[in-house]
C-alpha cells in the first residue's frame, strides 16, 4: 500500500498508486506521489514515466473520510492539506522533466482528472470513466484538468452533473491516445513510454519544457484560483453538508 517506482524496461520509470479500496489518496499520499514523480523525472536514465494504479480504478480523488474526520472536530488541516497535497501532485506530473504517460483503468474521478490532465498522454482500459463529482462533494476544482481532456461545453456539462465521460469518448475527442481491454493496459502504456523513451533523453527534456511553455493555460494559477472556491465553500457550511449526505449515501 502507498506508493511504488519500478523500473521495467531501460528509460522508463513506472510510479503506481496503490491505496485500497478505491485508490482516495489521503494527504501523505499526494505528497508521495508528487516526490516520487519528481524523483523519477530527475533520473538521468529515465526518459519517460508511466503513472500507474493498482486495483479497481485509477484514482477517486482525496479520502472524503479523512475531510470528515476532521471537520466532525472543527479543524480544516486535512483540508488545506489535501488542497496542497493535490496541487503538489498535479504540478509533479504537469513539471515532471520528462514525458508522463497516464495508464488509466476504472474509475479516473476528482483528483484523478488532476493527474491524467496534466499527464503528456493517456492511454486507457474499455472500462476507464472521467469525471469530476465535485458538486456532489461538497468541493470544486479540476475544471482545469478536466478542460484538457474534453471540449469547454462538454466540460462544464460534466462538472455540473457529475457526470462521467468513457474512454472511447475521450479517444474521439483526441486526448486518449489508446483505448485496450483493461488486461493489456500496463503492457500498451508501457510500449507507448518506450517508443517516446527512445528518443535523445536531452531533447526529450527541452520538448517537455518547451510544449508546456506555449500551453495556452496555466494550469498552476487557474488550479489555485478553482481552489479559492473550495475554501469558500466549507467556510460557508456548504461544503460539510453536502459530504456528509455524500457519506450518508456511501454507507447505504
Given at each position: 500500500?502507498?506508493?511504488?517506482?519500478?523500473?521495467?524496461?531501460?528509460?522508463?520509470?513506472?510510479?503506481?498508486?496503490?491505496?485500497?479500496?478505491?485508490?482516495?489518496?489521503?494527504?501523505?499520499?499526494?505528497?508521495?506521489?508528487?516526490?516520487?514523480?519528481?524523483?523519477?523525472?530527475?533520473?538521468?536514465?529515465?526518459?519517460?514515466?508511466?503513472?500507474?494504479?493498482?486495483?479497481?480504478?485509477?484514482?477517486?480523488?482525496?479520502?472524503?473520510?479523512?475531510?470528515?474526520?476532521?471537520?466532525?472536530?472543527?479543524?480544516?488541516?486535512?483540508?488545506?492539506?489535501?488542497?496542497?497535497?493535490?496541487?503538489?501532485?498535479?504540478?509533479?506530473?504537469?513539471?515532471?522533466?520528462?514525458?508522463?504517460?497516464?495508464?488509466?483503468?476504472?474509475?479516473?474521478?476528482?483528483?484523478?482528472?488532476?493527474?491524467?490532465?496534466?499527464?503528456?498522454?493517456?492511454?486507457?482500459?474499455?472500462?476507464?470513466?472521467?469525471?469530476?463529482?465535485?458538486?456532489?462533494?461538497?468541493?470544486?476544482?479540476?475544471?482545469?484538468?478536466?478542460?484538457?481532456?474534453?471540449?469547454?461545453?462538454?466540460?462544464?456539462?460534466?462538472?455540473?452533473?457529475?457526470?462521467?465521460?468513457?474512454?472511447?469518448?475521450?479517444?474521439?475527442?483526441?486526448?486518449?491516445?489508446?483505448?485496450?481491454?483493461?488486461?493489456?493496459?500496463?503492457?500498451?502504456?508501457?510500449?507507448?513510454?518506450?517508443?517516446?523513451?527512445r528518443k535523445d533523453g536531452?531533447?526529450?527534456?527541452?520538448?517537455?519544457?518547451?510544449?508546456?511553455?506555449?500551453?495556452?493555460?496555466?494550469?498552476?494559477?487557474?488550479?489555485?484560483?478553482?481552489?479559492?472556491?473550495?475554501?469558500?465553500?466549507?467556510?460557508?457550511g456548504v461544503a460539510d453538508?453536502?459530504?456528509?449526505?455524500?457519506g450518508a449515501e456511501a454507507?447505504?
Amino acid at each position: 500500500m502507498g506508493v511504488s517506482t519500478s523500473r521495467p524496461e531501460p528509460g522508463v520509470a513506472v510510479v503506481t498508486m496503490d491505496f485500497p479500496p478505491v485508490n482516495a489518496l489521503p494527504v501523505r499520499g499526494w505528497y508521495a506521489l508528487a516526490d516520487a514523480v519528481r524523483t523519477a523525472g530527475r533520473d538521468p536514465g529515465v526518459r519517460c514515466v508511466v503513472l500507474a494504479a493498482e486495483g479497481r480504478g485509477f484514482n477517486a480523488g482525496v479520502d472524503i473520510k479523512e475531510l470528515q474526520r476532521e471537520a466532525a472536530t472543527g479543524g480544516h488541516d486535512a483540508l488545506i492539506g489535501a488542497n496542497h497535497g493535490c496541487a503538489e501532485a498535479f504540478s509533479a506530473v504537469y513539471e515532471c522533466a520528462v514525458p508522463v504517460v497516464a495508464a488509466v483503468q476504472g474509475f479516473c474521478l476528482g483528483g484523478g482528472i488532476g493527474l491524467a490532465g496534466n499527464a503528456d498522454a493517456i492511454v486507457a482500459a474499455d472500462d476507464a470513466t472521467f469525471g469530476l463529482p465535485e458538486l456532489d462533494r461538497g468541493a470544486l476544482g479540476a475544471a482545469t484538468h478536466l478542460a484538457r481532456l474534453v471540449p469547454q461545453h462538454l466540460m462544464r456539462t460534466l462538472y455540473y452533473t457529475s457526470r462521467t465521460a468513457t474512454a472511447a469518448e475521450l479517444q474521439a475527442h483526441g486526448s486518449v491516445w489508446r483505448v485496450v481491454p483493461r488486461s493489456e493496459l500496463a503492457a500498451a502504456a508501457r510500449e507507448l513510454a518506450g517508443e517516446i523513451a527512445r528518443k535523445d533523453g536531452t531533447l526529450l527534456r527541452l520538448a517537455k519544457s518547451a510544449l508546456n511553455g506555449i500551453d495556452p493555460v496555466d494550469v498552476h494559477r487557474s488550479y489555485r484560483f478553482e481552489q479559492g472556491f473550495t475554501f469558500e465553500a466549507n467556510l460557508s457550511g456548504v461544503a460539510d453538508r453536502v459530504r456528509d449526505t455524500f457519506g450518508a449515501e456511501a454507507r447505504r
